[in-house]
């Protein structure tokens, strides 16, 4: 039976990561393919506490049918979050609760691209973004990035070359490459914005995963210091990578129309984001808990990143290059074929997959002009131990 499915669909394909977890099952296999945070983090009985909280303060809030906009308690402090992070000026009318960050990009998309309409993404950027805004027709242009963000110059020349609707951007440890904007790049990205005129996109899911010295501020941060930027800047967060990405809990700031057209385009997605969990995120935040959860999850996560970074310089040597990771989830990595070494990325994993160990191939994360000889490596959900023992098995996966 031949169905009339929608012509976007022709523009995208199932998510390479998704079909690679298929492969994951065999016994004794040790995954760095993951982009999700390790469940042993997650603050079990600080939760348990604000799932009992949220039902006996505001029982029937937190069941019932809620705001499109948000639950306002939430709202309120996720306005106050922000503002331990440096954003100024944030009220809780200012932001809607979406669920998870992925449905803010989606609303972005339904509301901002039509057919033909160009975009700029980073080179590498999150997969499921390219997906998205493809699905809806977008034209999507590759910025080029390297360790310390998109490279602004280039950014400029393309903003000029193609006028987008808007620049996607994720400034703090990116997905998948890692990198972290500078802060003189991120006054220019502002600058670039009030300039031209162009909206920008900050996607924040990662800013809280530091390991030792904070990141500079977000956009969101800064664009006090950039008059005029506020009116051309959008800032998505998130709790899952924090929290539990199974609240589904994330939160989009806009200028005030474009809030109003995602509000609307929320109402025909899901009515709401699940009350229940909003009732649960507020009560965990407003218990002060977050603060120790975060400490808790960076010490863990820098040592892993450190043992990653040990073990791949130890085990593979110049076969392969890497920006020791700052915060975040991910090594981005690039084989150099030092030695006459394998440089396909999509060789290696079928090799790696063989030898009892996964990651993800580089290339579908550019929307254009593929790095085949790239790598993204996750160390979250895997101890020390195993990922020395990872690394190890990729080093033999690559001589074999």
Not at 80 to 85: A, L, P
Not at 187 to 216: C, H, M, N, S
Not at 220 to 243: F, M, N
Not at 333 to 352: K, Y
Request: proline share 6%; charged share 20%.
């Amino acid at each position: 039976m031949s169905l009339p499915f929608a012509q976007r669909l022709d523009n995208v394909e199932t998510s390479a990561i998704r079909e690679l977890f298929k492969l994951l099952g065999k016994p004794g296999i040790i995954s760095f393919a993951g982009g999700f945070p390790d469940s042993a983090m997650f603050d079990v009985a600080g939760i348990g506490e604000a799932v009992n909280a949220a039902l006996a303060v505001e029982p029937g809030a937190a069941l019932q049918y809620g705001a499109t906009e948000g639950y306002q308690p939430l709202r309120e402090q996720l306005a106050g979050f922000m503002q331990t992070k440096g954003v100024t000026g944030l009220a809780p009318e200012q932001l809607i609760v979406t669920t998870g960050s992925q449905q803010a990009l989606d609303l972005l998309g339904k509301c901002l691209v039509d057919p033909g309409s160009k975009a700029i993404v980073e080179g590498p950027t999150f997969l499921a973004t390219i997906q998205c805004f493809r699905l809806y027709g977008a034209d999507l242009i590759s910025a080029p990035i390297d360790g310390e963000g998109v490279q602004v110059d280039e950014l400029e020349r393309l903003i000029q070359t193609h006028r987008p609707r808007f620049v996607y951007l994720i400034p703090t440890f990116g997905n998948p490459s890692g990198a972290m904007l500078s802060l003189q790049r991120r006054r220019r990205v502002l600058e670039l914005a009030v300039q031209y005129q162009t909206l920008i996109i900050e996607d924040d899911p990662y800013g809280d995963l530091y390991f030792d010295a904070p990141p500079p501020p977000s956009l969101l941060a800064l664009s006090h210091e950039v008059p005029g930027s506020r009116d051309w800047l959008v800032h998505c967060g998130s709790l899952s990578k924090v929290l539990s990405p199974g609240l589904r809990v994330g939160w989009l700031v806009a200028p005030p129309a474009l809030l109003a057209k995602a509000t609307m385009c929320k109402q025909f997605s899901d009515a709401h984001t699940s009350t229940f969990a909003q009732a649960t995120a507020a009560q965990y935040l407003a218990a002060g808990r977050m603060p120790g959860t975060l400490a808790r999850v960076r010490q863990v996560y820098g040592a892993r990143a450190r043992a990653m970074g040990d073990a791949l310089r130890q085990e593979l040597g110049a076969a392969i290059d890497f920006v020791q990771p700052r915060g975040g989830l991910f090594v981005w990595a690039r084989l150099t074929g030092a030695g006459g070494a394998l440089r396909d990325g999509n060789e290696l994993a079928r090799r790696a997959i063989e030898r009892g160990v996964a990651f993800v191939p580089g290339a579908p994360f550019y929307c254009a002009h593929p790095d085949v000889s790239t790598l993204r490596l996750s160390f979250a959900t895997a101890d020390e131990d195993r990922i020395r023992e990872g690394v190890a098995r990729l080093a033999q996966a690559l001589a074999a």
